[in-house]
């Protein structure tokens, strides 16, 4: 079974608390914050007189007393979740208005808002008018007098304001593993918050991944072996932000690795060379080598005259992890003018047997030039004309040295 080995590096609670001091987070207190203050207004009576010297113009007010008030102001100590109560000894509500604004009160609590460290609430209570009793005179001269009485019991009762602070920002993760053979399932699971009311950034880098996922409590995404940095950034009901930072590395068992040649991959890539050459000519030949293997495996890569199925060079060198290595190598061609075709075939040594690659091969083609008729193999047509004009030269020469001479 594979075996993953996680690692984190301590070199990064630097980079995250500085982090934190970057955002403005500041550590809160995680106790409740609970005042009391008494309310009371006093029983009282109010008398509204309205007169008008005409029934068709509207009435104006002779005498007006405003009802008393209980005012009472508030200054929130902390962030988190304010809310206000009120408790009345005869059942009796007062109306109340939290910053100018009527409040309905037939709840408990009846006023709950996310506050800020700071922030000023000024509430007024006041009682609930009672028509006690209303009649009208009309007088001859049309002069019209409306009498309107109001009363209200005693109104007395508490008041309580109630503070829950906002939790401190623990943006810490941590991960389970699914294992598959070749390949690795993670599961980031945050420490901390509702995930109802609080978003999640999650960033994951590595060499062949990058993944980045908003508003996601978890993610599980599918890593191969190599070493990954995660980053999970939360974003609080307050718009508070905090990050972690962890290094994840994810390695296989090497003895699992060692014996099963599925999990090791060589791709030949980027091949070079040139489309022709010349019989007897060396041809530089230029390719990479992709590669992924758990373990450190010998690598050899031969190069096969597809004719014949001779290999007539080969490179031997070893790989381990991820990663792309190039080469550079100088072939013969024939010495005839015929095209090769070369397999590039690489293959991993396994325990103590060598295993070729799937489905790594390379073919290559190497077209010689035709020479033209009356050529002899390895030389040119020019060369061939010199060596028979000079034959011709000596033949003649050679006849004129065996005619004897008359005198």
């Known amino acids: 079974m594979d075996r993953l ?37 006093p029983w009282g009576i109010i008398n509204i007189i309205q007169r008008s010297e005409d029934i068709d113009y509207p009435f104006h007010n002779l005498l007006e007393e405003e009802y008393p008030l209980f005012e009472v102001n508030y200054t929130v100590p902390q962030d988190g979740w304010l809310e206000i109560g009120i408790d009345p000894v005869n059942d009796t509500l007062p109306e109340i208005l939290v910053n100018g604004e009527d409040v309905y009160t037939r709840k408990t609590p009846f006023w709950r808002e996310m506050v800020y460290e700071g922030e000023f609430f000024e509430l007024m209570l006041y009682p609930t008018e009672h028509l006690n009793h209303t009649f ?8 019209v007098t409306i009498f309107e009485v109001y009363t209200w019991p005693d109104l007395v009762g508490n008041l309580t304001f109630s503070l829950a602070p906002r939790e401190v ?10 294992n598959q053979v070749g390949e690795t399932a993670l599961i980031f699971r945050p420490e901390w918050g509702d995930f109802e009311i609080v978003d ?11 993944l980045e996922k908003d508003t996601t409590r978890l993610v599980t995404p599918v ?10 950034t939360v974003i609080d009901e307050f718009g508070y932000t905090a990050s972690s930072i962890e290094i994840v590395a994810v390695e296989f068992d090497p003895v699992d690795a060692l014996y099963d040649p599925a999990l090791t991959e060589i791709t030949v890539k980027d091949v070079q060379y040139p489309s022709s050459a010349g019989v007897n ?7 990479s080598l992709d590669y992924s293997s758990p373990v450190h ?23 381990n992890g991820e990663g792309t290595k190039y080469y550079s190598i100088s072939l013969a061609t024939s010495i005839a003018p015929v095209p090769m075709s070369i397999s590039i075939e690489p293959s991993f040594l396994n325990g103590e047997e060598w295993v070729k690659a799937v489905e790594s091969s390379f073919v290559i083609q190497l077209t010689a030039p035709v020479e033209t008729s009356g050529a002899v193999p390895g030389f040119t047509l020019v060369e061939v ?17 065996s005619v004897p001479s008359p005198y």
């Open 385 to 401: 004309l010199m060596g028979i004009m000079g034959l011709t030269l000596l033949k003649r020469w050679l006849m004129v040295r």
């Open 5 to 41: 080995f996680l690692m984190g590096r301590s070199s990064l609670l630097l980079l995250v608390t500085l982090s934190l001091l970057l955002t403005g987070i500041t550590p809160v207190s995680g106790n409740s914050i609970e005042s009391t203050k008494l309310y009371e207004i």
């Open 281 to 287: 000519e060396l041809v530089e030949l230029v390719f």
């Open 297 to 319: 495996r010998d690598v050899r890569i031969d190069f096969v005259d597809i004719g014949t199925g001779n290999v007539f060079a080969r490179l031997e060198d070893h790989i």
């Open 200 to 210: 999640y950034n999650w960033l994951l880098k590595g060499e062949r991944i990058e």
């Open 136 to 143: 009208s005179v009309v007088q001859d001269d049309v002069f």
């Open 169 to 178: 920002i623990d943006p810490g993760f941590t991960w389970t593993s699914e």
């Open 223 to 232: 890593l191969q072996p190599g070493e990954y940095t995660v980053t999970l």
